[in-house]
C-alpha cells in the first residue's frame, strides 16, 4: 500500500511539472511558479513515507530484449531520490520566485523560466534513472539547457563564447561517459544498474571514463574553465546550475555508480587526488578575483572538489549530504549578489560596492550567513557536513596530504569569504549614487529569506531527521574535533590583517603569484591563447612557407630560371671561339644575296 500511494505521489509530481511544458495557457512565469510550489508540496508526502517507514522501490514501465540485450525502462526511488527532489524542487521554486523580480523587464520572462523548469526536468530524469540510457537521456538534457540558459543575453559576444566553453568542456567529458557506456554493453551485456552492481570488480578503463564524465561536467581541475565562464548568463541561471542542477551530476554520477568504483583502488585514489587538487586550485583563485559572481563559482568549484576527495574516501553518503546542504547557501549566496548587482545598475566588481547593510539589509544579511555556512560556521547548514568530511578524513587511512590540502583549502574559504563580506556591504560605499538601492519587491526578499531558514535549519534536520539511520557518534581528541575550526578561524584572522588599507594612495604591482591566481594559473591563457597560436605559426610554416619555398616557387619561377640558364649556357658554349667562321660566313652570305638580286633585276 505504501508502495503504491509513494509511485501514485511521485506520479503526479511528475505530470505537475510536464503541465506547464505540455500546455500552453501555463507557460507564464506566475503559473510555472505556483506549478514549481504545488510539485514541491507533493513531493514531501513520498519523502516522509520513505523517512518513516523506508520504503525504497524500482519501478518498471517499458521493456527492451535482444538476444544479448535486455534494458529496462525503470524509476528508481531509493534514499538518494527521495532527499535530492525535494531539495531540488523548492530551491528552483524559490528561484523562480526571485526570476520574477529580477528579469521582469525581460520581453521573453515566459520562455526563460520554461528553460529553468526544463533544466530541472532533466536533472530529475538523471537522478531516477535506474539505467545508464535514462541517465544518459538526463544527463545530455541538463547539458543542452545550461547551454541555452547560458547565452540567453546571446546578443552579447561574452554570453556566446561562454555557452560554447560550456558545452565544449562538458563534450570532452561525454566521450568518456559514451565510451564507458559502451564497454558496460559490450562486456556486460546490460545497463541495468542492479546487474552492474552484481559483478565482483571492473576494470579500471571505465571507471576512468566515468571519472572523466564527472570532470567535465562538476568542473574538476582540467576541465574547470567553463564553470566561472558560464557567470555570463543571467543569475537564476547561475544559482540553479551551481546549486541542484548542472555541476553536482557529474559527482551524482558517480556516488550511483560507487559500488563500481570501491572495487578499484586506483579509481579512489584518482578521486581523492583529482577532488584535493581541485579543491584547492578553486579556493587559490577565489582569492584574488573581484567578480563578485565568479567569487561564488570558484566557491563552488571549491566544494565541488571536497565531495570528489570525499567519493574518493569511499564516502559516497557523505558527498551526497554535503550537496544537499551546500544547495540551501550557494543559491542564497547567487540571489543575494544578484540582488546587489541589480541594485547597482549591473555592477559586479567588489572594489565597487561598499555600503550595502544600510541600503539592502536583507540581501547583505542574508549574504553573509550563507558566507558563514560556505566557511563552515557551527551550526549552520555547512558545518554539518564539511566538518564531518574533515573529521572523517582525519580517522582515514587514505593519505595524510590530501587532509593537509583539504584543512588549507577551508581555510582559504574563510578568507575569500571574509573578503566578499567585507567588500560588498561593509565599510563605506564606493559606489556611483542612485536611486535604485531598495527593497521594495516581495520577490526580491521572500526566495531570499527562504533559503537563509534553509541555510541554518536543514543541516541540523539531516543529522538528526532525514537520515533513515542515525550516524555512529565518533570519539576523537579535541584537537582533531576542533581542526575544521581552527583552520576557518586562521583564515579568517589572515584576511582581516590583509584587508587593513593604507590611508596614502599607493601604485599597486601585483606580485607573480596573484595575478597567477586571479588568471586562473594561466589555463586559459595556455590552452585558448599559447597553443592556438603555436597551432597557427606551425601551419604557417608548414603549410604556407615551405609550401610555397618548396612547391610553387621550386616548380614555378625558379624551374623556368633554372632551365633558362641551362639552355643558355650551353649555346654560349657551342659558339666560344667561332667568331672568324660566323663574320665569315655573314659576308658569303651577304654577298651571295646581292648578286642574286642584281642578276634578278638584269
Not at 236 to 258: E, K, N, Y
Not at 460 to 479: A, G, H, K, R, W
Request: charged content about 10%.
Amino acid at each position: 500500500m505504501l508502495t503504491l500511494v509513494l509511485h501514485t505521489t511521485m506520479t503526479m509530481t511528475a505530470l505537475t511539472l510536464l503541465m506547464p511544458v505540455l500546455c500552453r495557457p501555463l507557460t507564464t512565469q506566475p503559473n510555472i511558479s505556483r506549478t514549481m510550489k504545488l510539485a514541491t508540496t507533493m513531493s514531501l508526502l513520498p519523502t516522509l513515507i520513505f523517512l518513516n517507514f523506508g520504503v525504497q522501490s524500482i519501478t518498471t514501465n517499458l521493456h527492451y530484449y535482444t538476444t544479448t540485450f535486455s534494458l529496462h525502462m525503470s524509476l528508481m526511488f531509493d534514499t538518494y531520490t527521495m532527499l535530492f527532489l525535494p531539495v531540488a524542487l523548492l530551491i528552483t521554486s524559490t528561484i523562480l520566485d526571485f526570476t520574477g523580480w529580477y528579469m521582469a523587464s525581460d520581453p521573453h520572462l515566459a520562455r526563460f523560466a520554461k528553460y529553468l523548469l526544463l533544466f530541472l526536468i532533466a536533472m530529475a530524469t538523471l537522478v531516477t534513472a535506474n539505467n545508464m540510457l535514462q541517465l544518459l537521456i538526463g544527463w545530455e538534457g541538463v547539458g543542452i539547457m545550461s547551454f541555452l540558459l547560458i547565452g540567453w543575453w546571446h546578443a552579447r559576444m561574452n554570453a556566446n563564447t561562454s555557452a560554447l566553453q560550456a558545452i565544449v568542456y562538458n563534450r570532452i567529458g561525454d566521450i568518456g561517459l559514451i565510451m564507458a557506456m559502451a564497454w558496460l554493453a559490450t562486456n556486460y551485456n546490460t545497463w541495468e544498474m542492479q546487474l552492474l552492481f552484481s559483478h565482483q570488480q571492473t576494470p579500471t578503463l571505465p571507471l576512468l571514463g566515468l571519472i572523466l564524465a564527472a570532470t567535465g561536467k562538476s568542473a574538476q581541475f582540467g576541465l574547470h574553465p567553463w564553470l566561472p565562464a558560464a557567470m555570463e548568463g543571467p543569475t537564476p541561471v547561475s544559482a540553479l546550475l551551481h546549486s541542484s542542477t548542472m555541476v553536482v551530476a557529474g559527482i551524482f554520477l558517480l556516488i550511483r555508480l560507487h559500488p563500481l568504483l570501491a572495487t578499484s583502488p586506483i579509481a579512489l585514489s584518482s578521486c581523492l587526488c583529482l577532488g584535493a587538487l581541485t579543491t584547492l586550485f578553486a579556493a587559490l583563485c577565489a582569492l584574488t578575483q573581484n567578480d563578485i559572481k565568479k567569487i561564488i563559482a570558484f566557491s563552488t568549484s571549491s566544494q565541488l572538489g571536497l565531495m570528489m576527495l570525499t567519493i574518493g574516501m569511499n564516502q559516497p553518503e557523505l558527498a551526497f549530504l554535503h550537496i544537499t546542504t551546500h544547495a540551501f547557501f550557494k543559491a542564497m549566496l547567487f540571489l543575494c549578489s544578484g540582488s546587489i548587482i541589480h541594485c547597482l545598475n549591473d555592477e559586479q566588481d567588489i572594489r565597487k560596492m561598499g555600503g550595502a547593510q544600510k541600503t539592502l539589509p536583507i540581501p547583505s544579511s542574508c549574504l553573509t550567513l550563507g558566507s558563514l555556512a560556505l566557511a563552515g560556521t557551527p551550526f549552520l547548514a555547512g558545518f554539518y557536513t564539511k566538518d564531518t568530511i574533515i573529521e572523517t578524513m582525519c580517522s582515514s587511512p587514505m593519505n595524510a596530504w590530501a587532509l593537509l590540502v583539504a584543512t588549507l583549502a577551508t581555510a582559504l574559504t574563510a578568507a575569500y569569504s571574509t573578503r566578499l563580506i567585507y567588500y560588498t556591504h561593509l565599510c563605506t560605499p564606493r559606489h556611483t549614487p542612485t536611486t535604485t538601492l531598495n527593497e521594495a519587491a516581495t520577490l526580491q526578499t521572500r526566495p531570499i529569506l527562504t533559503l537563509a531558514t534553509g541555510s541554518i535549519v536543514f543541516g541540523l534536520m539531516i543529522t538528526t531527521v532525514l537520515l533513515p539511520s542515525n550516524p555512529q557518534t565518533m570519539t576523537m581528541p579535541p584537537q582533531i574535533k576542533f581542526l575544521a575550526l581552527g583552520a576557518t578561524l586562521l583564515g579568517l584572522t589572515c584576511m582581516l590583517d590583509l584587508m587593513q588599507q593604507t590611508a596614502t594612495l599607493t601604485v599597486q604591482s601585483p606580485a607573480l603569484q596573484h595575478t597567477a591566481t586571479t588568471q586562473l594559473m594561466f589555463f586559459n591563457t595556455t590552452t585558448h591563447r599559447l597553443v592556438p597560436k603555436k597551432n597557427m605559426a606551425t601551419a604557417q610554416t608548414l603549410a604556407l612557407q615551405l609550401n610555397d619555398l618548396l612547391w610553387y616557387q621550386a616548380a614555378g619561377p625558379m624551374m623556368l630560371k633554372t632551365t633558362n640558364s641551362l639552355i643558355t649556357s650551353k649555346m654560349s658554349t657551342r659558339h666560344t671561339s667561332n667568331i672568324k667562321t660566323h663574320l665569315a660566313l655573314l659576308t658569303v652570305f651577304t654577298m651571295t644575296c646581292l648578286m642574286w638580286t642584281k642578276l634578278r633585276h638584269s
